[in-house]
């Protein structure tokens, strides 16, 4: 299996079979075990991997940063504005050059309709992986990272546990759609009855929905979309609720903060939390917009396991790049 994903892109889980996901999250695992212990796994000696930042990021530039470093690489950390991409280098120009130098690029743009794109371009024209770092579309390491927690609250097998993906308010900005769209796309692959919630001007691109509901078929477990935020959180197992902006509805930044504020009381809190399940867990890939997307007493009490999560970032990550990055294709 390794040396089948030996060069293989990550830029939706979705173009990964369920077989070789599972073959990451059990390299993780282990990965995560060997961290625990202060166990060198210096799986890709001398290797680079160039990571090109559209946008800010805290725990996707520093989990990859620190995975290619335990794994006895390194990673260069790059904007545009470091980069010829600032004079106007194309994306065939600069995916041909860098993947000549190194052994992986990375690449985060989420400006909504231009994201998947650039990097689509970038992976036709590279010799090397390229790994979505996130983009308008898609944020499949944080939701490989998801699965993981999940996998160890619950165990390997997660079928009939209940999800609820629910839209939250943050009034400051106007977040992708890239999370709960991956969230829809995977958890229904690996059993999961997936419950997405939120106000009818936040829809998520209709042909991810009619993704997520094939796969959800094929599983053959339950998808549902929903316009109350307690439906998401009754009898639920796991709830990640989480702002994203109206961008299938509009992309005019005011009125989508407008929309956004239209909606105040669609927050999580200990209320909403009491129409889960007693075991249930409390997700959120951070930064959480606390008093407005969640109360303190929820993302700092006993059902979160945000911290968790976001240290699974680091595992998942270094397991796709040990997979992908063991040699030139």
């Known amino acids: 299996m390794q040396s089948m994903l030996r060069g293989k892109h990550m830029i939706t889980t979705q173009e990964w079979t369920k077989e070789e996901l599972e073959t990451v999250f059990d390299l993780a695992d282990e990965l995560k075990r060997q961290f625990?212990?202060?166990i060198p796994h210096r799986l890709l000696p001398d290797k680079?991997?160039?990571m090109i930042f559209f946008d800010n990021s805290?725990?996707?530039?520093?989990?990859?940063e620190?995975?290619?470093t335990q794994l006895g690489g390194h990673a260069h950390d790059l904007s545009p504005d470091k980069l010829q991409i600032s004079h106007g280098e194309n994306a065939r120009d600069t995916a041909n050059v860098l993947s000549r130098y190194g052994h992986a690029i990375g690449v985060r743009h989420t400006v909504f309709g231009e994201g998947n794109g650039y990097i689509r371009d970038i992976a036709r024209n590279s010799r090397v992986p390229v790994f979505n770092l996130q983009c308008d579309i898609y944020h499949p390491f944080q939701i490989l990272a998801d699965y993981l927690t999940i996998r160890e609250k619950f165990g390997k097998n997660t079928r009939g546990l209940k999800i609820g993906v629910s839209w939250t308010s943050a009034p400051n900005y106007v977040r992708p759609v890239s999370v709960p769209q991956s969230l829809i796309l995977l958890m229904p692959r690996f059993g999961l009855d997936v419950t997405l919630a939120h106000p009818p001007e936040f829809r998520l691109m209709p042909e991810i929905v009619e993704q997520a509901k094939k796969n959800a078929a094929e599983a053959g477990v339950k998808f549902e979309t929903v316009d109350d935020m307690s439906e998401a959180f009754r009898d639920a197992d796991i709830v990640i609720p989480k702002s994203w902006g109206?961008?299938?509805h509009t992309r005019d930044k005011k009125e989508g903060l407008e929309l956004i504020n239209k909606y105040p009381g669609w927050i999580c809190d200990e209320k909403m939390m009491e129409l889960t399940r007693k075991h249930s867990i409390y997700m959120h890939p951070l930064p959480a917009d606390r008093g407005r997307e969640v109360t303190g007493a929820v993302i700092d009490g006993p059902?979160?396991?945000?911290?968790d999560e976001a240290e699974n970032r680091l595992h998942v990550q270094k397991a796709v790049m040990a997979l992908t990055m063991g040699g030139r294709p």
């Open 58 to 64: 805290t725990r996707t530039r520093n989990s990859f």
């Open 48 to 50: 680079t991997l160039f």
């Open 36 to 38: 625990g212990l202060n």
């Open 66 to 68: 620190a995975g290619m």
């Open 303 to 307: 059902h979160s396991v945000v911290y």
């Open 246 to 248: 109206p961008l299938v």
